[in-house]
């Protein structure tokens, strides 16, 4: 048996995330859409991991297997070495959309929802750790306002408080900032990177935005159009020398699958 320290270094060093030959499709009464094709990667703790593509290239439903909201066709996921097999807990999402909030419940009661439902907490211990994120999202002047009563950008601060108040393994981030104003999405970005200097949380976040992967990502997958596959992987802006020359790489890869995408029409 490994001694105590040896097997947390074990831990450390393993990926948290394995997406392995993932292949997914949706079967429709008429046809079979595959979605992604053969996906690879490894999500490591800490990682900003990006996921970056255009329109329809299979991100969304990449998330919702790691999820668990579906089963690959061909290849599998793994969490901390676990097959994923269903929704949980350790894999809190943020999606794109602002009603994701339940509207009858104010900004608190909706932090404190999945740390209750799932006997996470005792009622004085979820408020406590739901007003400790509400905090942290600077909301807690509007920790009694309903839903209604908050700006698109407020909305969204709620749900990401939400995810991390629950501590997930990994937080999952469908396109979250993508319908907001670009002001407000700029802000959003930078505070989103705060909140990650102050708690170092693993993310896997979705955009189709080149300027967005470089500036939040640690390390980006970039995929194919559709059905997705991977292209490249990239280290994020963060960790390379030039972000203008990364966009420009980064362009002139999806530029050369446009082209190609035209000429096989
Ligand atoms: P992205 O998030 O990259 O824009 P999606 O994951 O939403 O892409 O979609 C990938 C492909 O799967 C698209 O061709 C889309 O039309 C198809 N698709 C998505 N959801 C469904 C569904 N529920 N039923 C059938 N096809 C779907
Ligand atoms: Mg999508």
Not at 187 to 208: G, R
Request: hydrophobic share 40%.
């Amino acid at each position: 048996m490994l001694a105590r320290s040896d097997r947390e270094e074990k831990l450390d060093t393993a990926p948290l995330l394995d997406v392995k030959g993932v292949t997914l499709q949706y079967k429709t009464p008429k046809t079979l859409v595959t979605a992604t094709y053969r996906i690879d990667f490894s999500v490591f703790r800490g990682d900003r991991f990006i996921l970056l593509g255009p329109s329809g290239c299979g991100k969304s439903t990449l998330l919702k297997a790691v999820g668990g909201y579906m089963t690959p066709t061909e290849g599998e996921i793994r969490l901390k070495g676990s097959l994923v097999k269903h929704p949980g807990p350790d894999r809190m999402m943020v999606f794109q959309e602002f009603d994701q909030l339940l509207p009858w419940k104010t900004v608190r009661q909706n932090v404190m929802f999945p740390l209750l439902c799932t006997h996470k907490l005792g009622a004085s211990e979820a408020e406590d750790r739901a007003m400790h994120y509400i905090r942290k999202v600077n909301l807690e002047k509007f920790a009694d306002s309903y839903p209604h009563m908050l700006s698109g950008g407020m909305k969204q601060r709620v749900a990401i408080a939400r995810g991390m108040a629950m501590e997930p393994d990994i937080l999952l981030m469908d396109e979250p900032f993508a319908a907001l104003d670009a002001l407000t999405r700029r802000k959003m970005q930078d505070e989103l990177m705060a909140l990650w200097d102050d708690t170092h949380f693993t993310v896997l976040f979705v955009t189709h935005s080149i300027p967005e992967a470089i500036k939040i990502g640690t390390r980006i997958l970039l995929l194919s159009p559709h059905p997705g596959q991977v292209k490249a992987e990239l280290n994020g802006g963060s960790c390379n020398g030039s972000s203008a020359e990364l966009e420009r790489h980064i362009q002139t890869m999806l530029f050369a699958d446009a082209i190609e995408e035209a000429e096989n029409v």
